[in-house]
């Protein structure tokens, strides 16, 4: 995995990144996810970017350069995770929203629920960053050099097993169609409509 892999729209990225693993090394141990659904959000033309209306100290890591995480926090509730894309200067990061653990699930069990499924453990944007171990402290991070947060090639997935659809849960731009999943896998999160949202046509 290396930068140039990285710096294109979030648009072209977003798709790639299936199949690829992330990983996050702490104190309590080790867990590695392959991810199994993301979404692409721009900068200035997007208007569900946190980016849209310009640079800020929230969302200057979107501005790059490529390659680094941007975190935050979703209704004061969740961290999210998003990989940096893109030229610098230029905001686009794409949004990992679910994945399918491959080391750590011991871990990762703790930190979400016994009784939680396997499918389910880092099936969604906040979950996946629950299961990782992903907080603010991770923010700005380098996942392509860094030595706690890494990301790294997995395995091919072919452009069949691919699937395109509007994104969740937003209510600006929500029937984009930047949202990229895994066909038929059951750790990809269920779409959901913004009650703000008007429904998407042709989803």
Known sequence: MNIDFLARPAEEVAPKLLGTVLTCKNPEGTVSIAITETEAYSGATDPASHAYRGRTARNAVMFGPAGHLYVYRSHGLHWCANVVTGAEGVASAVLIRAGRIIEGEA????????????????????????????????????????ASVVLSEGEPVPAAHIRVGPRVGVSKAHDWRHRFYLADDPTVSAYRLSPRAKPPTGA
């Open 107 to 146: 871990l990762a069990r703790e930190r979400r629920g016994a009784e939680v499924e396997s499918a389910r453990l880092a099936r969604g944007p906040g979950n996946f960053c629950r299961a990782l171990g992903i907080t603010a402290e991770h923010n700005g991070m380098d996942v392509l050099t860094g």
